[in-house]
T-cell receptor, first 115, second 112 residues
Framework: DAGVTQSPTHLIKTRGQQVTLRCSPKSGHDTVSWYQQALGQGPQFIFQYYEEEERQRGNFPDRFSGHQYPNYSSELNVNALLLGDSALYLC??????????????FGEGSWLTVV | EDKVVQSPLSLVVHEGDTVTLNCSYEVTNFRSLLWYKQEKKAPTFLFMLTSSGIEKKSGRLSSILDKKELFSILNITATQTGDSAIYLCAPRGGGSNYKLTFGKGTLLTVNP
């Protein structure tokens, strides 16, 4: 049973560029959330997707956008990259339909460096 | 605004010691609290607590929740070097507040 998988694992981008990060949730999970974790900080909630809709959003600018596909996989897009966007981006999945308070599992993350 | 404070922020102990990690929180429509261990990348799930006073145990780790006083503790007995990691506490809301709110975590270093 595959867990949460994310790609790419590492990437380097230049200021002003755009990036797309991808996530496949754990088998049987229908809800995907994205978190940003800067060095020395806990993960910060970006947004959550359920049934292909953004259900909740954290305090992030609209340069951060996402998408969920019918197979529950998800993308995080960041436009006009800033140096401060350098962080570990974590995808988390859970089974909302079955258990609204079910366990949330995290992927290995994508390390983004903006230079 | 939802808030989580973990203490201590860092802790250095010797193998065999017992440690207690603290987490206090304020979360809208609180429903549950999750503990994670983060070694390099992915936070790995340890416990989910939903009821006050019921201790969850897994080997040398245990955790308890106090919903009245809004805190949780994570205990690790007979620590091993493999316990070295960042421990993250994350309460979760309900209603329309679905997210996990994280503190900065506690960095635990276990020396041989």
């Amino acid at each position: 049973d595959a867990g949460v998988t994310q790609s790419p694992t590492h990437l380097i981008k230049t200021r002003g560029q755009q990036v797309t990060l991808r996530c496949s949730p754990k088998s049987g999970h229908d809800t995907v959330s994205w978190y940003q974790q800067a060095l020395g900080q806990g993960p910060q909630f970006i947004f959550q997707y359920y049934e292909e809709e953004e259900r909740q959003r954290g305090n992030f600018p609209d340069r951060f956008s996402g998408h969920q596909y019918p197979n529950y996989s998800s993308e995080l897009n960041v436009n006009a990259l800033l140096l401060g966007d350098s962080a570990l981006y974590l995808c988390a999945s859970s089974d909302w339909q079955g258990r609204p308070q079910g366990t949330i599992y995290f992927g290995e993350g994508s390390w983004l460096t903006v230079v | 605004e939802d808030k989580v404070v973990q203490s201590p922020l860092s802790l250095v102990v010797h193998e065999g010691d017992t440690v207690t990690l603290n987490c206090s929180y304020e979360v809208t429509n609180f429903r549950s609290l999750l503990w994670y261990k983060q070694e390099k990348k992915a936070p790995t799930f340890l416990f989910m607590l939903t009821s006050s006073g019921i201790e969850k145990k897994s080997g040398r780790l245990s955790s308890i929740l106090d919903k009245k006083e809004l805190f949780s503790i994570l205990n690790i007995t007979a620590t091993q070097t493999g316990d070295s990691a960042i421990y993250l506490c994350a309460p979760r809301g309900g209603g329309s507040n679905y997210k996990l709110t994280f503190g900065k975590g506690t960095l635990l270093t276990v020396n041989p």
